[in-house]
């Protein structure tokens, strides 16, 4: 069986829960237990895939196709195992499933009520995961503060199920944040006190505090915290800012964090941890790049650095390959024309242009990409980015000075990106191609040097595609189709011979981890890096 650690919040959101959680995993991972990770979110929205970039940040999705909180995108990188639609869960999800058991009658006409009910639900979906991962240890982050109203029937559920496996089979870390006052230079450990205590009078004692403070806070407030907040002094572990997220298990290791979780959840593991000195190594290629390749960023929802987590965290696996430090210019696709491109991208070594929704900043990609096209200036697009490329390459090359998706522009003579026809009306949320999906590999191309392969698997997320209607035209113009699904009917890459000018429909950077960079992120930045 399973044993379940549960990670909660306090005082303030943004403490990088996720990335304790995810840490804490590499390091039981190192120690050689099969760790998963699991997140609840207490927002009503059924999954976050229809929320805004701008509110939720990156949608992160799994191999099977579940669009989820980007945490899981820290889990994946941290822990490097593939998550599943059984990885995160949403106070909305919740309530969509009791409603429909309850619409089917699964109840025997009971008053359907918050307990048992809704923590029924959430705790079978706890379970679930542990099952289907069979993994030693579950670490399950709630999302948000506690205090907060919608985060209640969750702590209730995870509260239940820690009577149920017995205290011996769970464990509660709490992170909290440390305020420091630089005026009288001191670090306060009240709030971390009053969070507890809120966190108690819902029936949870953490077991382990990890405060969160952008310095190390001094051995008297770790053992003021220890005392009021009634755990021991060792597992009052410091949470400082590290110069890359991927030290962070390093720091919590160095505080013997994962002895602690393994010696109070009774887990026997091995003396000697392979595994950490190569994190360790990692870590050391990572403090060592030099120098500086500058990449612009162009998207619409720069305003909101989190929209494009992946696609910053695989520029920066990458990085670790190349050896140089990647800067990244975020630029608004809206700045962007004919006429400023030369401006915009002086200092830019290439431009990457990842996924969107919407007409809004279109035109503003398209210039990017011409730009790009036109100046050999290495351009890598993603799914959006990709169809960028099409429609630029239909307008300049083949003269079609319409040519859009149906996405943007729904009367327009040259649709190049287009819905399928078994498609047509479909418009709302749930209705995209998701998750991963085989692509035969055109050799030659640098698609296939990349990867060194003629078949991959990548994950998707979209709606339109490349409109197979103007194939034959485009290949002749010079368009190299580099990927096709299995039997050839959907276009998943695109390239332009003599530069490094390549689209992708699929997004690589679900599956980049910071030891196993993503091959187009590392063929990218070597060409940028000419
Ligand atoms: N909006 C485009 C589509 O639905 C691209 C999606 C994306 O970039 N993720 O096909």
Not at 285 to 291: D, F, N, P, S
Not at 406 to 427: T, W
Request: charged fraction near 25%; proline fraction near 4%.
């Amino acid at each position: 069986m399973s044993k379940f650690i549960f990670v909660t919040g306090g005082v303030v959101s943004g403490l990088g829960k996720g990335i304790t959680a995810a840490s804490l995993g590499r390091l039981l991972k190192c120690r050689g237990l099969k760790v998963t990770s699991q997140k609840l979110d207490p927002y009503m929205n059924v999954d976050p895939g229809t929320m805004s970039p701008f509110q939720h940040g990156e949608v992160f999705v799994t191999d099977d196709g579940a669009e989820t909180d980007l945490d899981l995108g820290h889990y994946e990188r941290f822990i490097d195992e593939n998550l599943t639609k059984y990885s995160n869960m949403t106070s909305g999800r919740v309530y969509w499933n009791v409603l429909n058991k309850e619409r089917q009658g699964e109840y025997l006409g009971q008053t359907v009520q918050i307990i048992p009910h809704v923590t029924n639900e959430i705790k079978d979906f706890v379970m679930k995961n542990a099952e289907v991962s069979n993994a030693d240890v579950s670490i399950v982050e709630v999302g948000g503060t506690i205090g907060d109203i919608e985060s209640q029937p969750f702590l209730e559920a995870i509260r239940q199920l820690a009577l149920e496996v017995g205290r011996r089979n769970c464990l509660f870390i709490h992170v909290c944040l440390v305020p420091y006052i630089s005026g009288s230079d001191e670090y306060k450990s009240k709030p971390t006190q009053h969070s507890v205590k809120e966190l108690m009078a819902v029936g949870i004692h953490p077991d382990i505090i990890v405060a969160r403070c952008d310095k190390e806070i001094p051995t008297d407030i770790r053992k003021k915290i220890s005392l009021f907040c009634n755990v021991g002094e060792d597992c009052v572990i410091n949470n400082t800012t590290c110069r890359s997220l991927y030290e962070v298990p390093l720091m919590l290791h160095a505080q013997n964090m994962d002895d602690v979780v393994c010696r109070d959840l009774g887990l026997e593991t091995g003396a000697d941890y392979p595994m950490l000195a190569d994190w360790s190594r990692m870590v050391e290629t990572i403090h060592a790049r030099q120098g500086e390749i500058q990449i612009a960023l162009v998207g619409k929802y720069v305003k909101l650095h989190d929209s494009y987590l992946s696609i910053v965290e695989s520029l920066n696996h990458a990085s670790f390959v190349v050896g140089k430090n990647v800067k990244i210019n975020w630029v608004d696709s809206d700045s962007v024309t004919d006429e400023t491109a030369p401006e915009v991208f002086k200092d830019c070594a290439g431009i990457i242009l990842p996924g969107g929704f919407g007409h809004r900043g279109v035109e503003g990609m398209v210039c990017s990409c011409r730009y790009a096209r036109t100046h050999k200036l290495p351009y890598f697009g993603i799914c959006l980015g990709m169809q960028i490329a099409v429609i630029e390459f239909a307008r300049s090359i083949l003269g079609y000075s319409d040519a859009n998706s149906r996405e943007f522009d729904e009367l327009c003579e040259h649709p190049v990106i287009d819905l399928m026809k078994n498609q047509e009306g479909v418009i709302k949320g749930g209705t995209m191609r998701l998750g991963s999906y085989p692509c035969e590999v055109t050799p030659g191309t640098i698609l296939e040097k990349a990867y060194g392969s003629t078949h991959i698997d990548e994950r998707h997320r979209h709606r339109y595609e490349f409109n197979n209607d103007y194939r034959t035209q485009m290949q002749e113009a010079g368009l190299t189709i580099s990927g096709t699904s299995p039997d050839g009917t959907l276009v998943e890459a695109v390239e332009v011979a003599d530069q490094f000018h390549v689209g992708v429909q699929f997004h690589p950077e679900f599956k980049s981890r910071p030891n196993n960079a993503g091959p187009l992120f590392v063929e990218f930045l070597k060409a940028c890096d000419k």
